[in-house]
C-alpha cells in the first residue's frame, strides 16, 4: 500500500485548512485509515481515525474542530482541520493499517502562525 497526503501549509490561528490522502495498491486490504501528527519534541499521536463503515474517533485535543471523512471504494482520506491553533502546528501523516502491516506515507508540514 502507498500513500501520498497532500494539503498542508501555513494558516493563521483561526483559519482552516484541508489534507487530503489518497492509497494505492493493495488497498483493499485496508481496515483503518489514519491521521497521525508530530510536532517538534513531541511523540507522533493518532489524530483522527476511520474505518472502512465510516466510523470516526478523534484525539480530545481535535475534538470538534477536526473532522475526518473517507471515500472507501476510492480509499481516499481527508481531514477537514478548522479553528487551528498554533498548537496544531506539526508534520502529519497519513497512515493506514491492515490486519497484518501498518502502512505510513511522507508527512506534509501544517503551520498555524500569525
Known amino acids: 500500500v502507498q500513500l501520498q497526503a497532500s494539503g498542508g501549509g501555513l494558516v493563521q490561528p483561526g483559519g482552516s485548512l484541508r489534507l487530503s490522502c489518497a492509497a494505492s495498491?493493495?488497498?483493499?486490504?485496508?481496515?483503518?485509515m489514519d491521521w497521525y501528527r508530530q510536532a517538534p519534541g513531541k511523540d507522533r499521536e493518532r489524530v483522527a481515525r476511520i474505518d472502512t463503515h465510516g466510523t470516526a474517533n478523534y484525539a480530545d485535543s481535535v475534538k470538534g474542530r477536526f473532522t475526518i471523512s473517507g471515500d472507501f471504494p476510492r480509499y481516499t482520506v481527508n481531514l477537514e482541520m478548522t479553528s487551528l491553533r498554533p498548537e496544531d502546528t506539526a508534520v502529519y501523516y497519513c497512515?493506514?493499517?491492515?490486519?497484518?502491516?501498518?502502512?505510513w506515507g511522507l508527512g506534509t508540514l501544517v503551520t498555524v502562525s500569525s
Open positions: 495498491g493493495n488497498i483493499i486490504s485496508i481496515i483503518y
Open positions: 497512515a493506514a493499517r491492515s490486519r497484518a502491516n501498518n502502512y
